[in-house]
Every structure is written in C-alpha cells, then in structure tokens.
C-alpha cells in the first residue's frame, strides 16, 4: 500500500514538473502595445466595447489604472522597460534633432548603449530563453540590435513601418529573423498604404504562438517580448478584421491585437503553463493626437503621445497569472514600464547589475497581497527637460 502511494506522489511530481518546469521558475510574457492609449480598452470604459479578450483578462487578473510609461515617446519608453531605468540615466533622453539616442528613426546612428544591461542579460544566469517580436527601436544598426543585447531570437523589425519609401537614402525597414534580414516593410512584408490591409499581426502572433509551444517542450522558463506595432500611424489590420469595428482602421487594429492576446492566454492554458506565466499587458505611450482621423482614446485624460498629460503618459495595464493573482482587482498602485524590469527580476530570483541606479520598484506586493507600495517620486522627461511628477501620498494620486 505504502509503495503503491509513493508511486502515485512520485507520478503527481513528475506531471507537475512537465506542466510547470523543471526549475519552478515562472516563465514571463510582456505585452507592449505601440501608441495604445489608456481609454482603448472596453474595460477602461471605452463605449465600443470591442475589446472582449482583454476584458476578460482584467477579469482574470489586476487591472491597473494608475499605471504610467517613462516617456511619451517610443525608443525612450522601451528602453525604460528593458533597464529599468529613465531614459536620462539610460542614454534616451531627448528628442532634439541633434541627439543620438532620444529617438532611433534611420538617420540616427546611436542605440542602447554597451554599459546598459538589459532585462534578457540577466534572466538568462537563471536559465531563461529570451524572445522578442515585434518593434525593437533601440538602434538599428548591427551592434545595437536584440541578440547582441540579452534576446535569444528575434522576429520584427528594428524601426517603426513608417514609408514606403522609394529612394536609395531612405530605404524602406527591414524585418529580420535573430540576426538575419528577410526583407523589408512594403516590399517582401505587404502594407497596403490605402486600404490599411497587412498581416504583419498574423506573423507576429503565429512567432509568439510558435515560441511558447516550443519552450513549452523544453521544460526550461522564457522570456517573451511582445511588441506588436498595428496601432502606430500608419495604422494596419489583416483582411478580417479591416473594416469590423464601429472606430475605423484603428479599431480594426485594436480588434486584432485583443484576438491576439486571446489566442496567446488561450495556448499558454492549452499547455497547461498558465498557472507558471506571468504575463504583464501594457503600452510604450499614450494614443497619437496627431490624425483626427485615427481613433485612438486616451479616456478622460488630456493630450496624448508626446506629451507629459496624462494623456500621454497614463497607460491600459493589466497582470494576469492564474493561481496566483487572484481575478476580479483593481490595484491603484502607482506603476510604471520600469517597475516590470525590478519585477521580473524577483519572479525569476535573478539579480540586478551591479553599481546600476534602478528607478522600478517590485510590484509583487500589489500583484500577490493586495497592498500599495510607497515609492519616490517618479520624474518624467522630455526632450531635455523635467515636465512632470508623479508620487504617492497615503494612498493618494498627487499632480
């Protein structure tokens, strides 16, 4: 009897381990949305209700309305997320003309630099497997690209899809697969300019799909990086969802990043390694205010990308880990992009270099026992200047 129980414990450790990793370290997945603002999400209040994937994640999870970016604009905000840093401690500081690294269109020659040490550089000493799809802009050339930074594989692009472009100085972006070229937006990766038409979403979402299924298998824990770009001008959606919500092409775009963020949550379940992910939704800035015709909301809040309203730096945030977080919160701990670096750090029991100043703080109190975290003030830049501050005072949002 004795022996026949300590096969059947023995079974039950095996099983676990399969579903779960033989190390016990979570795997972690960040969804990083392009220029999505604060009110795009039916659960944020938006009267489209379009949204029914990430509605239900918020459901199944903490919703977190006091969340913020580090910097209304994409390169300074994505570097932020990946050093846990501000941009003026990290080298992505300005948006002046003259300025290497506040933002990394084409002309720029400069990228994340050398001494910064990424989020995927230190998961790996703890056994993780790195993969980032979608919107790198960090640097585009060689030395500054995912792999050479932490990332494992890679399958996007190192720019915006702005274009097309049709002279040799200013060639359309290329789209890479790790450190290979395989073509370029508009040419090899259709983008329809008129109609909105492009299956770039597809592609990224099958690589995401793809790489859980794989990494499943292997039993070690991951790193997925998901930065999707549809909702940043020029605004894109695949054949089925153009034209299906009532806000325009944008919608259409919104309506398929939440099919996609459905199908990922559904095949991280269907492996049966959603009780070890954690999976953090978010967005780099607040909508673009910059095309009447576009369809971003930034809710209630004033202004949007580009600036440090609310409008601007407030972002749609939702964490989601079932049989850890438990469903149906709101936690009104003030966050930001920063705080998901110090907070995969301790997930994964890893540590943050050494001698590096970190402006994230560890949302684990939030995520696990409903409690609210003091923390120093948050300073926002932009451009070369302090535009805003952000803290919190006994439970109160101070402007």
């Known amino acids: 009897m004795a022996q026949t129980r300590n096969i059947w414990i023995f079974a039950c450790v095996l099983c676990a381990l399969t579903v779960t990793g033989s190390t016990g370290k979570p795997n972690i997945i960040i969804m990083l949305m392009d220029d999505m603002g604060w009110g795009d999400l039916g659960i944020f209040g938006h009267p489209a209700k379009e949204t029914p994937n990430l509605d239900k994640m918020a459901a199944e999870g903490i919703l977190f309305p006091d969340f913020y970016t580090a910097n209304p604009l994409c390169s300074p905000s994505r570097s932020a997320l990946l050093t846990g840093r501000l941009p003026i401690r990290n080298g992505f500081y300005t948006t002046n003309a003259h300025a290497r690294n506040g933002y990394t269109p084409q002309n720029i020659v400069g990228g ?12 790996k000493p703890e056994g993780y497997y790195s993969k980032i ?17 932490g990332f ?37 990766f259709a983008i329809n300019r008129k109609t909105g038409e492009s299956n770039l979403t597809q592609m990224f979402t099958m690589e995401a799909l793809d790489f859980i299924d794989t990494q499943a298998k292997t039993r070690k824990p991951f790193f997925l990086y998901w930065a999707p770009d549809s ?13 299906t919500s ?51 909301s930034n809710g209630p809040f004033l202004c949007g990308k580009e600036t440090t309203f ?3 730096m407030r972002e749609p945030s939702i964490a989601w880990w079932p049989g ?32 590096k100043v970190l402006d994230g703080i560890d949302l ?28 919190l005072y006994k439970g109160l949002l101070d402007f």
């Open 324 to 355: 850890k977080i438990k469903p149906g919160q709101v936690s009104h701990q003030l966050g930001t992009v920063m705080d998901l670096f110090t907070t995969s750090l301790s997930l994964a029991g890893a540590k943050p270099a050494a001698n």
């Open 152 to 188: 494992d594989e890679w399958f996007g692009a190192p720019n915006c899809h702005f274009g097309p472009y049709d002279n040799i100085k200013t060639p359309n972006i290329p789209v890479y697969k790790d450190n290979k070229m395989l073509g370029r937006y508009y040419q090899q």
């Open 112 to 123: 994340i630099q050398n001494s910064e040490t990424l989020l995927p550089n230190l998961l």
């Open 246 to 296: 009532q806000r325009g092409r944008y919608g259409d775009a919104v309506r398929e990043l939440d099919d996609s963020v459905g199908r990922i949550l559904q095949r991280l379940d269907d492996l049966g390694i959603a009780n070890n992910t954690f999976v953090f939704f978010t967005s780099d800035n607040g909508a673009a205010l910059t095309s009447k015709t576009r369809g971003g």
């Open 231 to 243: 909702t940043h001008t020029p605004v894109y959606a695949s054949a089925k969802f153009l034209g």
């Open 310 to 312: 609310e409008g601007g």
């Open 133 to 149: 799809v979608g919107k790198w802009h960090l640097g585009h050339q060689p030395q500054f690209l995912p792999l050479q930074h």
């Open 364 to 391: 684990s109190p939030s995520l696990f026992n409903r409690s609210i975290s003091d923390r120093y003030e948050s300073f926002f830049f932009h451009q070369t200047h302090l535009f805003s501050v952000r803290h």
